[in-house]
Structures are given as C-alpha cells and as structure tokens.
C-alpha cells in the first residue's frame, strides 16, 4: 500500500529542508524529496550563506529582506546554532561614491548597526576600505552542514520525480522510471515545490524563475580574522580555521563557459584586496545555480493553473481579469535568491501557516502578482492577443 503524508516537499535545498522542519513542527506528516543527497548540487549547496540585513533606501524589498532576518537569525539561534556562527557581518562601500550613499542609507536601517571607520578596518586586517556599517547580530551558517542538520530531523528520500498526478483526493507520486499508470509508493495531501532553478513538474513560466550561479571557495588560514564582511564579493570570518569566500555573480546558463573553468579566480583576486590572503589554501570549491524571479522578491505560495486559465479565458492575454484558478493542493517555495538563508525560514513560515492554518499569503512573495502582467506582456503569448 502507498505511504500517505500531510506534505511532501520536492527539493531538499535551504528552502525546501525548512519547509519541511516548519511543517513538521506544526504537526504535519512531512517527507522530503530530492533527486540528489541533500544540498548536493544547486545554490544552497554552494551559498556564502550570509545571514546580514539588507541596506539600502527603504524600499519594500529591504523591508521583506530585514523581516527575514530577524526571524531567521532566532530560528537558526534557537534550533541550529552550531551551524550559525554570530560572527557579526560589515558591509564595506564599494568605492567613494557607494561610501557617500551609505549616509543616506544610514536612516533605514532597520537591525541594530554601528559606524567602522575605515581606520579601524584596517586596524583588524581591511584593506581598501571606506567608512562601514557594523551588524553584530549577523553571522553565516555552515550551508550544506545546515541543510544536513535540519534533514535529519526530517522523513528524507532520494528519488527523481517523474510525475505527479492529482487523483481526486490526493497527490500521487512517480519516481523516474515507473509508469504512470502503476500505483505509487507515496501520496501526500500537499505538494510543495522547492525544486530551485529548475521546474518542469508543471506550467510556471509567469513566475519567470531565472538562474545566477554562484561559486563559493573555502580556505584553510590561519588569519586572525573575527569578522565577515560583504563589499562586492563575501568574505567569511575564520572559523575553525576556514574562510569563505563567495558571490553570486555569473547570469549563464553555462557559467564555467564564462569562467573558463576557473571560478574563484576573480573572486580570489577581489578577495585579497580586501584581506591578506597570502596563507590561503583552497580546501575545496563549491558552485551551483541559485534562484530568483522576475523582481527579486521570494515566491512562496500556490501555482496558478496556467492552462486552464489561458483556455477557459483567452481573453486575459488582452488585459481581462477573470478569477484565478490554482492547482489542488500545490504550493511554491522558490526564487530566494543570493540570500536564501535569510528567506528561508521566514519563508517557510509563512508557507505553513498558509497550508496548515490556511492564512492568506503575504501578497509581497504571492506569486499571483507575476500571473496577469505576464499574460499581457509575454512574448511567448504573442500569438493569442
């Protein structure tokens, strides 16, 4: 007989392990899928992982972005801080003209922060730098040991998926390689996809989930080095004899094309500008993609039912405005970007308390918003306006 569950989560990354912990927590049979082991390949996997607020001039994406922090920086305190060091997070101008932005930064900063003058950065080893802000409360997490801790608290199975068929009542499940047609292993009520760069379970063009790649190197050093810092690549504190250093920084489909196979050199190359990087030892490389959508806000709810929205109602390539129509039981958690370890556990919550306690979602990450002005403007509809 198939194995049912309340849940079940595609995609073992950053936001599909807290997905399923928060589920969980709230009561759920949960079980999380992945075709890889967990945090194998994809941008969790290679994230700086930075845990830091996010400065700017106080538009609703830094508002959304300071939100998460606070509450992702309790959940990891609360339920992972081995693998989150408090390390404190500076983030350095990057260049004068930057430097003189950061004053009129200074008036939203939402997180507790402190001025460093560029004095006393090179006094703990900063180089090249301007005056800076100081967040003490930031840190990093350790990203697939992370990842690792949370799935052992979670019902875990590698498998590819093939399909998922909605039979009335529940989802049924094929992993690759067995029939549609042959009953299945497992069910869930729910589905939830957290499937990163690449989604081809079902029509979500509207949400426009794109791909940046990311490298992250680790090094052996013995720097005394005590703080993380970000100016246009992140660079890591010493811990346990490790600095990290990462970005999120190459738009291909074919990235090690553009990087030549050699994706730390730049990055390396930036990195000793700003810190003595004389001692380093690659230890190991890191690289995957990481994904956004259209307007760099998270997606984080349920999937529009595309097909049936473009038959039954041709007329909203034209501007109409019918009811949207979901697909049952099927929710997202997708598009977090370069900081998905600040979204993740927000993001999860707010996933929960949609299918656990059925709140509305928060209209910020809904994906809805991304549905209409895609069917009016997508160059892929063209032909049915």
């Known amino acids: 007989m198939p194995k049912h569950y309340d849940t079940i989560i595609i995609g073992a990354g950053i ?12 009561g759920q049979k949960v079980l999380l899928l992945d075709r890889s082991g967990v945090a194998a390949s994809g941008g969790s996997g290679a994230a ?20 998460a922090f606070h509450f992702s920086k309790e959940f990891y305190l609360k339920h992972f801080p081995k693998y989150f060091h408090q390390t404190g997070v500076i983030r350095i101008p990057k260049d004068s003209d930057d430097a003189d932005k950061f004053h009129l930064y200074e008036a939203f900063n939402e997180s ?21 802000f100081l967040f003490e409360e930031a840190g990093v997490c350790d990203a697939p040991e992370m990842c690792a801790a949370i799935l052992e608290q979670i019902e875990f199975m590698q498998m590819d998926v093939d399909g998922l068929m909605w039979n009335g009542e529940c989802w049924d499940i094929s992993p690759i390689g067995v029939n549609s047609c042959v009953d299945p292993k497992i069910r ?9 760069f690449q989604n081809d379970l079902f029509d979500m063009r509207y949400m426009g989930v794109k791909g940046t790649w990311g490298s992250r190197g680790d090094y052996m050093s013995a720097l005394d080095l005590n703080v993380s810092m970000h100016k246009s690549i992140s660079v890591s504190a010493n811990v346990n004899g490790i600095i990290k250093i990462g970005a999120t920084h190459v738009k291909s489909k074919e990235p090690c094309m553009v990087c030549d196979g050699d994706p730390l ?19 190991e490389t890191f690289c995957g993609m990481r994904s956004g959508s259209k307007d760099y806000f998270p997606l984080v709810g349920k999937v529009i039912d595309v097909p049936y929205m473009l038959d039954e109602h041709p007329l909203i390539t034209r501007g109409a405005k019918p009811e949207l129509k979901y697909i049952d039981n099927l929710f997202i958690c997708n598009g977090l970007g370069g900081r998905g370890f600040v979204f993740a556990p927000y993001m999860a919550e707010l996933l929960a308390e949609a299918i656990v306690e059925d709140k509305e ?9 991304l549905f209409l002005k895609w069917c009016r403007k997508s160059e892929e509809l063209a032909d049915l306006r």
């Open 15 to 26: 936001a599909g392990c807290c997905s399923a912990y928060t589920l969980q927590q709230k």
């Open 48 to 67: 700086g992982a930075f845990v830091s607020p996010k400065i700017g001039k106080g538009s609703s994406l830094q508002t959304l972005t300071n939100e």
């Open 112 to 132: 507790q922060y402190k001025w460093v003058e560029k004095a006393e950065l090179e006094h703990i080893g900063i180089k090249n730098s301007e005056d800076s």
């Open 188 to 196: 869930a009520k729910n589905i939830v996809l957290a499937t990163g």
């Open 265 to 283: 050199k730049g990055l390396f190359e930036t990195a000793s500008q700003m810190v003595d990087t004389s001692d380093f030892v690659l230890k």
């Open 361 to 369: 979602m928060d209209g910020r990450v809904n994906p809805d918003r």
